[in-house]
């Protein structure tokens, strides 16, 4: 399963679509509507054998660039997975972090980060995760593959462990990239690679 882009005509469905579930209640949200930025929402393309799935990945303003409200639509436009993830940074240098996935809370932890910068691509920093020796392989692995800097990828490894762990059936790999697309905008990664960068850990 790999993340393609989509034409701007699919794109301007995809998002309209998911503007539709929320103005009709079908997914259940945990942000207020206006914090949600459909002016700088990205949709993608996500083809398996059993038919191409389709993603779209909305930012939540006022946050930490990687919070997201991201949803998966199966081949026949029906709501496959969806995954919101708030994430707050404190002055004193601590990260709070709140998962939902399809409605009920996954995850809500805090971690220490420092003065990591989460809009730095690529950056050399790395937060104070507990990283044992598969931690790291893991951390860099997510890094190349999603194009992030270490510490983003350290919170997509704890973040979606679970739902990233396990390759197959497609709906498994589904269910991966809305937890995935909900820290990271998606782009061209392949979720294949990703859950790749998991077996490390």
Known sequence: MKFEAVSADTSEKLITHTRDLFDTSRVKVFTTPPSLAFDRAVAYALPTPEGTHYGVTIPITGAVRISNFTVIFSPDGQVSNYAETHTKKTDDGFINIAQWINGGKSLEKTAYVGDLDFDAPGGNSTPSFPLDRSWQKAV??????????????????????????????????????????????????????????????
């Open 140 to 201: 860099a692995c997510l890094a190349a593959v999603l194009g992030v800097s270490s510490g983003v990828a350290a919170v997509v490894l704890s973040l979606c462990g679970g739902s990233c762990a396990v390759p197959e059936p497609t709906f498994s790999k589904a269910v991966c990239a809305a937890c995935v697309g909900g820290i990271v905008t998606l782009g061209g990664a392949s979720i294949t690679g990703v859950v790749k960068c998991f077996g490390y850990w």
